[in-house]
C-alpha cells in the first residue's frame, strides 16, 4: 500500500494534493492500493518477478490518477516514467510510444479499470502472470442441421490445380540502411549510425539483430515469385510497416501501404491478390476501433478507407463495402470458391479498444456465419484469410471459441485456412466436440518474408486442387522457399533455396484434416522425426535452437490448440510450463 501512495505522490503532486482523509477520493483509493497487499504477497512467495510487481504498482497508481480525474498529460507522463524505469525500452522510445498510444490509453483508461495485470503482461509479457478473464463470455448465433459430410477422396493425379503464393509480415522498413548498426539496444536497428565489422546491417537484410528487411529485398521477393514460381493466386496476410512502433504515424503506415501495392500490381498485372490487414497496419499498432468509434483522430476510418482505395484494384465493387466498414470482405474467385478475408484484429488482446466491448466487433462473425450459410446452401467451398491465428493466446477467448464453434459448423464449406503473425512455419489443428472429437479443419500459419527477428526471409507456396467438375480446393502440397541471405550480402547474389516440401518431407499426398491429425500423430510418437522436420523447419534450422522436453511437449501442444486459452486442449500432454514459441519483442 505504502509503494502506491509513493508512487502517486512522486509522480503527481496534484493528485497527492487532494489525497486527504476527508476525501471521496481518500475512500476509492484506498479501494485500489488494498490490491497492493496482494502483489506484494506474491512478490514474497516467489510467484512474480520483481519487474512485475513494481508494473502492477504502476498500474494501481495509474487508476487512481484517473479517478482523482488526472489530466492526460498526468497520466502518460506515469505511463512514460513506469516505462523508463521498469526498462520496459529507452527513454526515447518509451517518450514517444506513449505519445503513440496518448489518445487509446486515455480514452480506454477513463472508460475502464483494468486489471493490473492486463497491463503488465501487455508491456512486459507472460512471466507477469496469465492475466484473469475479465470479459463476459458470448455466443454467435449459428444454424443448427449441420450436413453429413462426404469422405474426402485425394483428386486424381492429372487434374487442373492451382499454385498459390502466401506473402505475409512482410514489414518493410522504408529507412533500412546497409552497414548501419544492426544491434543498436531498440525494437529495431539496422537504421543509424555506422556498424562495426561484427556489427553492421546487410545489403539484403540482417540476422541476429531485431532488424526488417529493406524495400530491394521484397522485390526481389515478388520477381523470384514472378519468374520461377508464376502463381496463379497470392494470399498477402497482412503486416506491412516495419517495427518502429513507437514513432510511426498515419502517413508512415499508409505510404508503406501504397508502395507495396504498386510494387505487387507492377510485377504481378494480372495475377489475382487477396490482402488481408495485419496488427502492424494500424498506428498506434494493434489500435482497431470498432466501426462504433468515429471521432477522427481516434477512429480506423483512415486505414479502412485507404484500404478499400488500393485493394479495389484486385476486388470488385461488391466486395468493397464491408472493408469501408471494417477491413473484412467476401469475393468469389470462380463459380464454386470463395474466398473471405477476416479482419482478425477484432480478436488481438492488444486491441485494448476491445477492453471497452469485445462482443463480436464490428459483427464479423455474424457476418461469416451469413456468409458461411450461403456458399453452404449454394455448393460453394470457401478459403478463409487472416493475420492473427485464432487458436493462440494473442486472440481473446470469446472470438476464438466462436470462431471454433463455427468452423464445426461449417467444416464441409471451409476448405482451407492461412494465416500468419508468428513469422514462423507451423500449424495448428481444429477439431469437434466431445464425444466424436473428429479433426474438423486446421491453420496454415506462414513464416514471415522480414528476418525480425533472426529469421531467414522465407515464402510459403501452395498447390492445391484446382477448378474441375468436383474440385474440393484442398492442398495437395506446401512448399518454403527461403532466401540465401548470407550469400546475398556477401556476393550480391540473391539465391532462392527450397528449403522443403511437404510430400518430400512428410509423406503426404494431400493436406487435409485427417493427414494433419495423422502427422501430429507421427510427432507425437517418434520425437526424433519431430526434431529433423518441423523443429528444423519452424526456425529454418537456426543454430543453437536445442528443444528439450518442455519444448517439444509445448509445440505438441500448439499443434492441437485450435482454439485460445483452453485449459483442457492438452490436458494429455504433460507440461511443467504452457509456453508459445513466438518470437515477440514487448513492442510488438
Given at each position: 500500500?505504502?509503494?502506491?501512495?509513493?508512487?502517486?505522490?512522486?509522480?503527481?503532486?496534484t493528485?497527492?494534493?487532494h489525497?486527504?482523509?476527508?476525501?471521496?477520493?481518500?475512500?476509492?483509493?484506498?479501494?485500489?492500493?488494498?490490491?497492493?497487499?496482494?502483489?506484494v504477497?506474491a512478490?514474497?512467495?516467489?510467484?512474480?518477478?520483481?519487474?512485475?510487481?513494481?508494473?502492477?504498482?504502476?498500474?494501481?497508481?495509474?487508476?487512481?490518477?484517473?479517478?482523482?480525474?488526472?489530466?492526460?498529460?498526468?497520466?502518460?507522463s506515469?505511463?512514460t516514467?513506469?516505462?523508463?524505469?521498469?526498462?520496459?525500452e529507452?527513454?526515447r522510445?518509451?517518450?514517444?510510444?506513449?505519445?503513440?498510444?496518448?489518445?487509446?490509453f486515455?480514452?480506454?483508461?477513463f472508460?475502464?479499470?483494468?486489471?493490473?495485470?492486463w497491463?503488465?503482461?501487455?508491456?512486459?509479457?507472460?512471466?507477469?502472470?496469465?492475466?484473469p478473464?475479465?470479459?463476459?463470455?458470448?455466443?454467435?448465433?449459428?444454424?443448427?442441421?449441420?450436413?453429413?459430410g462426404?469422405?474426402?477422396?485425394?483428386?486424381?493425379?492429372?487434374?487442373?490445380?492451382?499454385?498459390?503464393?502466401?506473402?505475409?509480415?512482410?514489414?518493410?522498413?522504408?529507412?533500412?540502411?546497409?552497414?548501419?548498426?544492426?544491434?543498436?539496444?531498440?525494437?529495431?536497428?539496422?537504421?543509424?549510425?555506422?556498424?562495426?565489422?561484427?556489427?553492421e546491417?546487410?545489403?539484403?537484410?540482417?540476422?541476429?539483430?531485431?532488424?526488417?528487411?529493406?524495400l530491394r529485398?521484397?522485390?526481389?521477393?515478388l520477381?523470384?515469385?514472378?519468374?520461377?514460381?508464376?502463381?496463379?493466386?497470392?494470399?498477402?496476410?497482412?503486416?506491412?510497416?516495419?517495427?518502429?512502433?513507437?514513432?510511426?504515424?498515419?502517413?508512415?503506415?499508409?505510404?508503406h501501404?501504397?508502395?507495396?501495392?504498386?510494387?505487387?500490381?507492377?510485377?504481378?498485372?494480372d495475377?489475382r491478390?487477396?490482402?488481408?490487414?495485419?496488427?502492424?497496419?494500424?498506428?498506434?499498432?494493434?489500435?482497431f476501433?470498432?466501426?462504433?468509434?468515429?471521432?477522427?483522430?481516434?477512429?480506423?476510418?483512415?486505414?479502412?478507407?485507404?484500404?478499400?482505395?488500393?485493394w479495389?484494384?484486385?476486388?470488385?465493387p461488391?466486395?468493397?463495402?464491408?472493408?469501408g466498414?471494417?477491413?473484412?470482405?467476401?469475393?468469389?474467385?470462380?463459380?464454386?470458391?470463395?474466398?473471405?478475408?477476416?479482419?482478425?484484429?477484432?480478436?488481438?488482446?492488444?486491441?485494448?479498444?476491445?477492453?471497452?466491448n469485445?462482443?463480436?466487433?464490428?459483427n464479423?462473425?455474424?457476418?461469416?456465419?451469413?456468409?458461411?450459410?450461403?456458399?453452404?446452401?449454394?455448393?460453394?467451398?470457401?478459403i478463409?484469410?487472416?493475420?492473427?491465428?485464432?487458436?493462440?493466446?494473442?486472440?481473446?477467448?470469446?472470438?476464438s471459441?466462436?470462431?471454433?464453434?463455427?468452423?464445426?459448423?461449417?467444416?464441409?464449406t471451409?476448405?482451407?485456412?492461412?494465416?500468419?503473425?508468428?513469422h514462423?512455419?507451423?500449424?495448428?489443428?481444429?477439431?469437434?466436440?466431445?464425444?466424436?472429437?473428429?479433426p474438423?479443419?486446421?491453420?496454415?500459419?506462414?513464416?514471415?518474408?522480414?528476418?525480425?527477428?533472426?529469421?531467414?526471409?522465407?515464402?510459403?507456396?501452395?498447390?492445391?486442387?484446382?477448378?474441375?467438375?468436383k474440385?474440393?480446393?484442398?492442398?495437395?502440397?506446401?512448399?518454403?522457399?527461403?532466401l540465401?541471405?548470407?550469400?546475398?550480402?556477401?556476393?550480391?547474389?540473391?539465391v532462392?533455396?527450397?528449403?522443403?516440401?511437404?510430400?518430400?518431407?512428410?509423406?503426404?499426398?494431400w493436406?487435409?484434416?485427417?493427414?494433419?491429425?495423422?502427422?501430429?500423430?507421427?510427432?507425437?510418437?517418434?520425437?526424433?522425426?519431430?526434431?529433423?522436420?518441423?523443429?528444423?523447419?519452424?526456425?529454418?534450422?537456426?543454430?543453437?535452437?536445442?528443444?528439450?522436453?518442455?519444448?517439444?511437449r509445448?509445440?505438441?501442444?500448439?499443434?492441437?490448440?485450435?482454439?485460445?486459452?483452453?485449459?483442457?486442449?492438452?490436458?494429455?500432454?504433460?507440461?511443467?510450463?504452457q509456453?508459445?514459441?513466438?518470437?515477440?519483442?514487448?513492442m510488438?
Amino acid at each position: 500500500m505504502l509503494l502506491a501512495v509513493l508512487c502517486l505522490c512522486f509522480f503527481s503532486s496534484t493528485a497527492c494534493y487532494h489525497l486527504t482523509p476527508e476525501s471521496e477520493e481518500h475512500s476509492t483509493t484506498l479501494d485500489y492500493l488494498r490490491t497492493t497487499n496482494k502483489t506484494v504477497n506474491a512478490l514474497l512467495e516467489g510467484k512474480l518477478e520483481v519487474k512485475c510487481v513494481a508494473c502492477e504498482v504502476f498500474v494501481e497508481t495509474l487508476q487512481i490518477l484517473v479517478q482523482l480525474n488526472a489530466s492526460s498529460s498526468e497520466i502518460v507522463s506515469l505511463i512514460t516514467k513506469a516505462c523508463i524505469i521498469l526498462k520496459i525500452e529507452d527513454e526515447r522510445v518509451c517518450s514517444y510510444i506513449t505519445e503513440e498510444f496518448r489518445d487509446e490509453f486515455v480514452t480506454v483508461l477513463f472508460r475502464l479499470i483494468l486489471h493490473p495485470t492486463w497491463l503488465c503482461y501487455a508491456a512486459i509479457g507472460p512471466s507477469c502472470g496469465e492475466p484473469p478473464d475479465i470479459f463476459t463470455f458470448w455466443n454467435v448465433t449459428i444454424p443448427g442441421n449441420k450436413p453429413t459430410g462426404e469422405p474426402l477422396v485425394r483428386p486424381k493425379d492429372g487434374l487442373p490445380t492451382l499454385k498459390v503464393v502466401q506473402l505475409s509480415d512482410v514489414h518493410i522498413d522504408l529507412q533500412y540502411t546497409p552497414w548501419s548498426v544492426k544491434k543498436c539496444g531498440e525494437p529495431l536497428c539496422c537504421r543509424d549510425g555506422k556498424g562495426l565489422k561484427d556489427d553492421e546491417a546487410g545489403f539484403w537484410g540482417s540476422m541476429n539483430a531485431p532488424c526488417d528487411i529493406p524495400l530491394r529485398t521484397y522485390k526481389n521477393a515478388l520477381e523470384f515469385i514472378s519468374q520461377q514460381i508464376k502463381p496463379d493466386v497470392i494470399f498477402w496476410t497482412g503486416d506491412i510497416p516495419a517495427h518502429d512502433v513507437w514513432k510511426q504515424s498515419r502517413a508512415d503506415q499508409l505510404q508503406h501501404i501504397q508502395v507495396t501495392a504498386d510494387l505487387m500490381s507492377q510485377y504481378f498485372p494480372d495475377t489475382r491478390v487477396y490482402p488481408s490487414l495485419g496488427n502492424h497496419e494500424s498506428s498506434p499498432v494493434d489500435s482497431f476501433p470498432p466501426p462504433g468509434v468515429t471521432t477522427d483522430h481516434l477512429s480506423n476510418n483512415w486505414l479502412n478507407n485507404f484500404v478499400q482505395k488500393v485493394w479495389s484494384r484486385w476486388l470488385p465493387p461488391e466486395s468493397l463495402s464491408t472493408i469501408g466498414y471494417a477491413g473484412y470482405y467476401a469475393v468469389q474467385y470462380s463459380e464454386r470458391l470463395r474466398i473471405i478475408s477476416l479482419n482478425t484484429q477484432y480478436c488481438d488482446n492488444l486491441n485494448f479498444w476491445l477492453y471497452l466491448n469485445n462482443r463480436d466487433p464490428a459483427n464479423m462473425l455474424a457476418w461469416l456465419v451469413a456468409e458461411l450459410s450461403w456458399a453452404e446452401g449454394a455448393g460453394v467451398k470457401v478459403i478463409i484469410l487472416g493475420h492473427i491465428p485464432t487458436g493462440r493466446s494473442d486472440c481473446m477467448k470469446a472470438f476464438s471459441w466462436n470462431y471454433y464453434r463455427i468452423i464445426d459448423r461449417f467444416e464441409s464449406t471451409v476448405v482451407g485456412q492461412y494465416m500468419g503473425h508468428t513469422h514462423q512455419d507451423h500449424f495448428s489443428m481444429m477439431y469437434s466436440e466431445e464425444p466424436d472429437h473428429h479433426p474438423t479443419a486446421f491453420q496454415f500459419i506462414s513464416p514471415s518474408l522480414t528476418t525480425y527477428s533472426n529469421l531467414r526471409p522465407s515464402i510459403r507456396v501452395y498447390t492445391l486442387d484446382g477448378i474441375h467438375r468436383k474440385s474440393t480446393f484442398r492442398p495437395l502440397k506446401s512448399e518454403t522457399w527461403l532466401l540465401d541471405l548470407d550469400r546475398a550480402n556477401e556476393k550480391n547474389e540473391t539465391v532462392w533455396e527450397l528449403e522443403y516440401d511437404s510430400q518430400s518431407a512428410y509423406n503426404m499426398t494431400w493436406l487435409v484434416p485427417d493427414t494433419m491429425h495423422q502427422l501430429y500423430k507421427t510427432f507425437q510418437q517418434d520425437r526424433g522425426f519431430f526434431e529433423k522436420t518441423f523443429w528444423k523447419f519452424k526456425f529454418h534450422d537456426q543454430p543453437n535452437m536445442p528443444c528439450d522436453d518442455n519444448c517439444y511437449r509445448n509445440n505438441l501442444c500448439e499443434m492441437i490448440t485450435g482454439r485460445s486459452r483452453d485449459p483442457n486442449i492438452c490436458k494429455d500432454i504433460s507440461l511443467d510450463k504452457q509456453e508459445e514459441f513466438f518470437l515477440r519483442h514487448n513492442m510488438c
